[in-house]
């Protein structure tokens, strides 16, 4: 039991060691020497970790900017964040939350081997969060022990496999088929968005053709522009906040300056995960050939979204500001309908709001990412007030889940089990099972992983 924790709690929720155990496994596939498993194995886990740290410090300063903005507005409400909301969750369900999402990791690789649907789902936090929200709803239906296992893994691990291909023909123009697709459960938001910038803008005129007057050419350089731009955002939350409520979180330090070191370092947190993000890729994409010949053919590894940031760096503030008004213009919305007040989370709406502003870019420029991003940020708002109903015991903290795809099968999983109680779950399992079973007597199209040369 303390081994099934260990490797459950410490290791498949954790992307580095996944990641470092996928690259060595398709090292030694391919038969490549000792130097190239080293390397190919400590790369990814050393970038994933640099992308985990640089995550870190743009959580860690995003959350003063949250509490100066809830202070100076006077909003108060409920702050959707996966990992509060996930924390509170494993006194509840711990081991329920442990069980399902081993299930599901083990139910996604027998799916990429067996089935059409060849995506590893690599991104294990993200795993874990919603193996966490699946035993919340279906622990409502009064569903227990291996049955509840059984259904939460299967529901996690064919979400895991299909959620990646619905939008790949996106994710492939975003990285121009550089064989990975998107590993994150706020996809469908990513996709939808990608979508509306295909309806109302023009690829052509991309963020990142952006003209920028000589004089302002170091605005090219995305550490600068990012910071510039939070710097902007914390002086006028600071401002409005107050010196006395700035100080207090600050310990002391002049509202100003804080204000200052924390848009600044948040600036240095978003360098670090691309920094990152090109060490992941510059090793995981051709060792994983080795997993796409010799063990499960044609597989392609599905990261997390903060993976796909380098490839449209002015993108990811379009969207993230796009996302953030968004969401501000959703929770007036639930406001003047008198539903629970959803305030913007910084955190789902820099990540998520960041890659809806890529998606509608690849499709359609500048006007896609602003749009599509922004129609991300209303879902944000309006999805999890629409999921706390549904979470049971977990609906009454002050914290939900905050990203899209939580949203949609919590809701939907939650309402058909409410109305139909186990039937309503038997009927969603018997869909996937079609969806991912029936492609496999049809003759279509499979997208062949295009890996590079390395090695």
Same mark, same amino acid.
């Given at each position: 039991?303390?081994?099934?924790?260990?490797? $459950?709690?410490?290791?498949?929720?954790?992307?580095?060691f996944?990641?470092?155990i996928?690259?060595l496994?398709g090292?030694v596939?391919?038969?490549?020497?000792f130097n190239?498993?080293?390397? $190919?194995t400590?790369?990814?886990?050393?970038g994933y970790?640099?992308?985990?740290a640089?995550?870190g410090v743009?959580?860690?300063?995003?959350?003063p900017?949250?509490?100066m903005i809830?202070?100076?507005f006077n909003?108060t409400?409920?702050v959707?964040?996966?990992?509060?909301?996930?924390?509170?969750a494993?006194?509840?369900l711990g081991?329920e939350?442990m069980f399902i999402l081993?299930a599901?990791l083990i139910?996604?690789?027998?799916i990429a081997?067996?089935?059409k649907?060849k995506?590893i789902?690599l991104t294990?936090?993200?795993?874990?969060?919603?193996?966490?929200m699946?035993? =919340?709803?279906?622990?409502?239906?009064?569903?227990?022990? &291996?049955?509840?296992?059984l &259904?939460g893994?299967?529901l996690l691990?064919a979400?895991s496999?299909?959620?990646p291909?619905?939008g790949?023909k996106?994710?492939d123009?975003v990285?121009d088929?550089?064989?990975?697709?998107?590993?994150?459960f706020?996809?469908?938001?990513y996709y939808?968005?990608?979508f509306?910038?295909?309806?109302?803008?023009?690829k052509?005129?991309?963020?990142?053709?952006?003209d920028?007057?000589e004089?302002?050419?170091?605005?090219?350089?995305?550490t600068?522009?990012?910071a510039?731009t939070?710097?902007v955002f914390?002086l006028i939350a600071?401002?409005?906040?107050g010196p006395k409520?700035?100080?207090?979180l600050?310990g002391?330090?002049n509202?100003?300056?804080y204000?200052?070191?924390s &848009?600044?370092s948040?600036?240095?947190?978003?360098?670090?995960?691309?920094n990152?993000?090109?060490m992941i890729?510059s090793?995981l994409?051709p060792?994983f050939?080795g997993?796409?010949q010799?063990i499960?053919?044609?597989?392609i590894p599905?990261?997390?979204?903060?993976?796909f940031?380098?490839? =449209?760096?002015n993108?990811?503030?379009i969207?993230?500001?796009?996302s953030?008004?968004g969401?501000?213009i959703?929770?007036?919305?639930l406001?003047?309908?008198? &539903?629970?007040?959803?305030?913007?989370?910084?955190v789902?709406?820099?990540f998520?709001g960041?890659?809806?502003g890529i998606?509608?870019n690849?499709?359609?420029?500048?006007?896609g990412a602003v749009?599509g991003?922004f129609?991300?940020g209303?879902?944000l708002?309006f999805?999890?007030a629409?999921?706390?109903?549904v979470l049971?015991?977990l609906?009454f903290q002050n914290?939900?889940?905050g990203?899209f795809?939580?949203?949609?099968?919590?809701i939907?999983?939650g309402?058909l089990?409410n109305?139909f $109680?186990?039937?309503g779950?038997?009927s969603i399992?018997v869909i996937?099972?079609?969806?991912l079973i029936?492609?496999?007597?049809?003759?279509?199209?499979t997208?062949v992983i295009n890996?590079?040369?390395?090695y």
């Open positions: 039991m303390n081994l099934l924790r260990i490797i $459950g709690n410490d290791i498949l929720t954790s992307p580095a996944l990641l470092g996928i690259s496994i090292l596939a391919l038969k490549k020497p190239k498993l080293i390397t $190919g400590l790369k990814p886990i050393i970790i640099m992308l985990g640089g995550a743009i959580v860690k300063n995003l959350d900017l949250g509490k809830e202070h100076g909003i409400g409920v959707p964040n996966n990992e509060a909301i996930t924390s509170i494993q006194d509840i081991k939350t081993l599901g139910i996604n690789v027998l081997r067996f089935t649907y995506y789902f294990g936090h993200h795993s874990f969060f919603m193996a966490c699946l035993s =919340a709803v279906l622990s409502t239906s009064g569903l227990k022990g &291996a049955t509840l296992i &259904a893994g299967f691990g979400w496999a299909i959620s291909s619905i790949q996106y994710t123009l990285t088929d550089d064989g990975i697709a998107m590993g994150h706020g996809s469908l938001g939808i968005s990608a509306i910038g295909s309806k109302v803008g023009n052509e005129k991309s963020t990142e053709h952006i920028i007057p004089k302002y050419n170091f605005l090219r350089d995305s600068i522009s990012t510039i939070m710097v914390y600071a401002i409005v906040a409520y700035v100080q207090g600050s002391g330090t509202y100003i300056v204000a200052l070191t &848009a600044l948040f600036a240095v947190g978003v360098t670090i995960v691309y990152g993000v090109r890729l090793e994409i060792a050939q997993v796409s010799k499960i053919p044609k597989a599905a990261v997390d979204c903060a993976v940031f380098t490839y =449209a760096p993108a990811v503030l969207g993230f500001i796009s953030f008004i969401g501000i959703g929770m007036l919305i406001g003047g309908m008198g &539903a629970v007040l959803i305030i913007p989370g910084l789902p709406h820099f998520c960041a890659t809806a998606y509608g690849a499709t359609g420029g500048k006007k749009i991003s129609v991300n209303l879902f708002a999805l999890p629409f999921l706390l109903p049971g015991n609906g914290t939900t889940f990203d795809d939580f949203g949609v099968i919590g939907i999983i309402n089990v109305k $109680g186990n039937t779950i038997i399992v996937l099972l079609a969806v029936v492609p496999n007597f049809m003759k279509t199209k997208h890996a590079k040369d390395e």
